[in-house]
């Protein structure tokens, strides 16, 4: 079992800047990937940005360049998000994938609002 808290989401203007963080209750270097989901209202979940086990990172096209994720120790993860845009806002979530056949966990997400 990993329990996963997200916290750092708000309310910002267009062009501001959010650091969003996850704690895991387990070692993050044990899990086969960790990363960020978000979901904007009437859409689907979509990955937003993800690290592997091997140091591999993964970003939505829409967010490279503007997003970074990174291992604040070994028990958490941030995601900083820098040229916020309105499309941006959306419960983000963090996510794990762990164990032999992949089980993944979610936190109970964090809410980001870009507002023009």
């Known amino acids: 079992q990993v329990q996963l808290v997200e916290s750092g989401g708000g309310l910002v203007q267009a062009g501001e800047s959010l650091r969003l963080s996850c704690q895991s209750s387990r070692n993050i270097f044990r899990f086969n990937a960790i990363g960020w989901y978000r979901q904007a209202p009437g859409k689907q979940r979509e990955l937003v940005a993800s690290?592997?086990?091997?140091?591999?990172t993964n970003y939505a096209d829409s967010v490279k360049a503007r997003f970074t994720i990174g291992r604040v120790d070994t028990h958490a993860i941030y995601l900083q998000m820098n040229s916020l845009k309105v499309e941006d806002t959306a419960v983000y979530y963090c996510n794990v994938v762990f164990g032999g056949v992949g089980t993944s966990y979610w936190g109970q997400g964090t809410q980001v609002v870009v507002s023009s």
């Open positions: 690290v592997r086990g091997d140091g591999t």
